[in-house]
């Protein structure tokens, strides 16, 4: 239901979506993901909804400051899969997103 549905939206996420996520999300508390999903319309999955937050809208997990650290694992995360990938060298980075790391 979350991948191979045909009708899931797997195209990437608008700044028009992202604003009304952040709304709707807020509005209904950060609870009931299904009627944010539902809300949201457009044919994103609850648990696409409920991912885009936690990984690119919610203040409180995405961190602003650089650390040495994390420096060093975009690097090595970049040398593997280079780029233009931004989404897979982000997941390697825990609590950054995609255009937090291309910006880096």
Known sequence: MNDEDPLIDHGPWTKAE???????????????????????????????????????????????????????QLRAAVQIYGSKDWPAVAATLECRTSAQCWNR
């Open 18 to 72: 992202d604003k009304r996520l952040w709304s709707i999300a807020r509005n209904n508390k950060l609870s009931n993901w299904d009627k944010i999903a539902e809300e949201l319309g457009g044919h994103r999955s609850v648990a696409q909804c409920l991912i885009r937050y936690q990984r690119s809208l919610n203040a409180g997990i995405v961190r602003s400051a650089w650390t040495a650290q994390e420096d060093e």
